[in-house]
């Protein structure tokens, strides 16, 4: 147990106990407040990515001929890198500065941001989308330990919160800022835009964050742990993408998911040993901490797998502008903030048990709405699932965290943090992997039997796969010249089965939320939760 205090110690979230809080600062180095702005503005970059590619994920698909496997890993990619690497970028910045950490993250997100829009094939594309999450992993931890070790104990939750409204925000606004920019410039422009960003952020990093150290940093990293873990990962969603193409009894698909079931094996044994593990497996000795990262695992894989297919709906099935597809997104984020810190007043009064089962109530219950909208239902309809899926999601984002923190001792709150940040991001891979699957096996198991009952020309094997492709993004694919009529049709039959595939992934999707309501009543308030709280907001 030696070696896991060592690790905790150095955590993001414990790097800088309450005697580093410095007393009032009279230059602009080290001001919290302005260390505040500062890293704010770093961060913001993350959060916009986290939406704001969803609504250019249409025209990327369609510009570059990206197949719905290819569009998918768009958002794998970003979020399992920046999964993978949260806990060990938290002790990158323990051990060389959070400072240093956090602008070698805003470099490497920009150019990553940048390369991204001169990309001219999807390959590159994911690739610097992988790119960008590993650089937003040192953001994250780095811009936390920041604000940890330069504001006054008393003042630090405040911050936190204030910094909480700037990502709320920055969600929020994505759908709308990316729908401007792709409709009246370009894809591209979604991902140029970190640039000049970026070099705020850095200017500013310069002129005002103040290095701050751990006292006791790590000397050594867990490198055949980071390897074990991000292999197990890559391996399970890339056989759960890959299934629909090669089929879930195929050789290939079982393998990659052996192999993913071997490296959770090998890397669970080898952090037993390890003397500075990057997940000391004794955090998971608290049923309560258990269930808190199961939950957020569950609620991002419900969340994030829904909202992927959200997006190819309004535009494509709807005809929405990207501006119109991110104004109707509105009422999920926005009800995420509104919601956000009602939900810490009533986690505060019941403990956490009531407001996250609850939360997750509401959440499948608007999985379930979402899994009846059809080609015709209304804005108004559309908004009342949406807002409500916010609104459960936002007490599960709260309360989880503190569940996780709260229930992990003091010295463990940084990996703690860390493994809360973890969870949610893979819980969001998963989600577009597994619901992107379901989505698939449904149009390729229904769309040949809706073409022939709407007596369309018969397809060949090669063409009825062509146009799966298609209809799993909700395209319809009508060849050039079709006459008005047959294109009607064709749109049509497209369309059903694409909400067919839909519907049923939002069920899928609901039965999850349904299973976390149960995982929730496991939870409950932590002995540390009121120090750690603050720390893994975020």
């Known amino acids: 147990m030696t070696?896991?205090?060592?690790?905790?110690?150095?955590?993001?979230?414990?790097?800088?106990?309450?005697?580093?809080?410095?007393?009032?600062?009279?230059?602009?180095?080290?001001?919290?407040?302005?260390?505040?702005?500062?890293v704010a503005i770093g961060v913001m970059m993350v959060a916009l990515d986290g939406t704001i590619v969803a609504i250019a994920n249409p025209a990327i698909?369609?510009?570059?001929?990206?197949?719905?496997?290819?569009?998918?890993?768009?958002?794998?990619?970003?979020?399992?890198?920046l999964a993978v690497a949260l806990i060990t970028a938290g002790k990158l910045g323990d051990r060389f500065g959070h400072r240093q950490t956090f602008l070698i993250g805003i470099v490497g997100f920009a150019a990553a941001s940048g390369a991204i829009g001169l990309s001219d094939s999807i390959a590159f594309v994911v690739v610097f989308r992988v790119l960008q999450g590993l650089f937003g992993a040192l953001l994250m931890p780095a811009a936390l330990g920041l604000l940890r070790a330069t504001f006054p104990a008393e003042k630090l939750n405040m911050a936190i919160g204030i910094w909480g409204m700037v990502i709320g925000a920055s969600t929020a606004g994505g759908?709308?800022?990316?729908?401007?920019?792709?409709?009246?410039?370009?894809?591209?422009?979604?991902?140029?835009?970190?640039?000049?960003?970026?070099?705020?952020?850095?200017?500013?990093?310069?002129?005002?964050?103040?290095?701050?150290r751990a006292e006791n940093a790590p000397r050594s990293f867990d490198i055949l742990g980071i390897a074990l873990l991000s292999a197990a990962m890559f391996c399970l969603v890339w056989a759960i993408i890959k299934a629909p193409e090669w089929g879930w009894g195929d050789l290939w698909t079982w393998a990659f998911i052996g192999i993913a079931v071997l490296c959770f094996a090998l890397f669970a044994v080898w952090e037993m040993f390890v003397r500075e593990p990057l997940v000391p497996l004794g955090l998971f000795r608290s049923v309560a901490l258990s269930a808190g990262v199961v939950l957020m695992v569950l609620m991002a894989v419900a969340f994030m797998g829904g909202l992927f297919f959200v997006t190819f709906y309004l535009q494509r099935?709807?005809?929405?502008?990207?501006?119109?597809?991110?104004?109707?997104?509105?009422?999920?984020?926005?009800?995420?903030?509104?919601?956000?810190?009602?939900?810490?007043?009533?986690?505060t009064k019941f403990g956490p048990r009531i407001p996250l089962a609850g939360g997750m109530t509401v959440t499948a219950l608007a999985m379930y709405g979402m899994s009846t909208l059809e080609a015709g239902t209304g804005s108004l309809t559309m908004s009342i699932w949406f807002a409500l899926l916010g609104l459960g999601l936002a007490p599960v984002m709260v309360g989880a965290t503190e569940v996780i923190v709260g229930n992990a001792p003091m010295e463990l709150s940084g990996v703690a943090g860390g493994l809360q940040q973890a969870a949610m991001?893979?819980?969001?891979?998963?989600?577009?992997?597994?619901?992107?699957?379901?989505?698939?096996?449904?149009?390729?198991?229904?769309?040949?039997?809706?073409?022939?009952?709407?007596?369309?020309?018969?397809?060949?094997?090669?063409?009825?796969?062509?146009?799966?492709?298609?209809?799993?993004?909700?395209?319809?694919?009508?060849?050039?010249?079709?006459?008005?009529?047959?294109a009607e049709k064709i749109t049509g039959v497209a369309h059903d089965t694409f909400i067919s595939g839909m519907s049923l992934a939002c069920l899928v999707a609901a039965a999850v939320a349904a299973v976390a309501i149960f995982v929730a009543l496991l939870t409950k308030r932590g002995a540390n939760a009121e120090a750690g709280a603050g720390a893994a907001h975020i």
């Open 175 to 212: 759908p709308i800022l990316g729908g401007l920019l792709v409709q009246h410039v370009s894809w591209q422009s979604v991902f140029f835009i970190n640039v000049p960003v970026g070099v705020i952020a850095l200017v500013l990093g310069f002129v005002i964050l103040k290095d701050h």
């Open 61 to 81: 698909q369609k510009d570059l001929d990206a197949t719905f496997a290819d569009v998918q890993w768009i958002t794998n990619g970003y979020f399992l890198a």
């Open 425 to 486: 991001q893979i819980g969001g891979s998963l989600g577009t992997a597994v619901l992107g699957a379901v989505m698939a096996s449904k149009v390729d198991n229904d769309l040949a039997g809706n073409w022939a009952d709407a007596k369309l020309p018969p397809l060949t094997p090669e063409q009825l796969a062509q146009a799966s492709e298609a209809v799993r993004v909700g395209a319809a694919p009508v060849p050039p010249g079709t006459p008005a009529g047959i």
């Open 317 to 347: 099935v709807h005809g929405m502008s990207p501006v119109e597809a991110g104004v109707h997104l509105l009422p999920l984020t926005g009800m995420m903030i509104v919601g956000s810190p009602l939900a810490g007043v009533m986690i």
């Open 3 to 38: 070696s896991q205090t060592t690790v905790d110690k150095t955590g993001p979230a414990d790097e800088a106990p309450a005697p580093l809080a410095p007393a009032p600062t009279k230059g602009l180095r080290g001001h919290p407040w302005l260390t505040l702005f500062s």
